[in-house]
């Protein structure tokens, strides 16, 4: 059997190529991640599995009559906050397929 060690080593590595990625995003969703809008005035969390976990609003930030702005900068706050986790999880899973040659930029 010709080249059966090779394909067996290669087994061993993808196997173990694949237990480090579940490890590492298991790692990615245990992770918080904070973003900022308005100098501060509003906060917002998110875990590694892009959710929500708090938004603190400073109440100086609260006007009854420019409730728009308010709105904005919890927006922003928390598409920053999201790009933050897609930026790390590409950072992190982006080692496992670097020279893979991927279709469709899988990280």
């Known amino acids: 059997m010709r ?29 918080t991640f904070e973003a900022t809008a308005g100098g501060g005035m509003v906060k917002v969390i998110a875990n590694g599995k892009k959710e929500i976990v708090d938004i603190e609003i400073n109440e100086e930030v609260v006007d009854p009559d420019d409730v728009e702005m308010l709105q904005d900068l919890i927006i922003s706050a928390t598409n920053e906050v999201l790009k933050q986790v897609d930026d ?9 397929t670097k020279g893979l040659n991927l279709p469709g930029g899988m990280f």
């Open 88 to 96: 790390k999880t590409n950072d992190t899973m982006g080692q496992f």
């Open 3 to 31: 080249g059966g060690g090779n394909m067996n080593k290669m087994m061993k590595q993808m196997q173990k190529m694949q237990k480090d990625m579940m490890k590492a995003q298991e790692e990615l969703q245990e992770m």
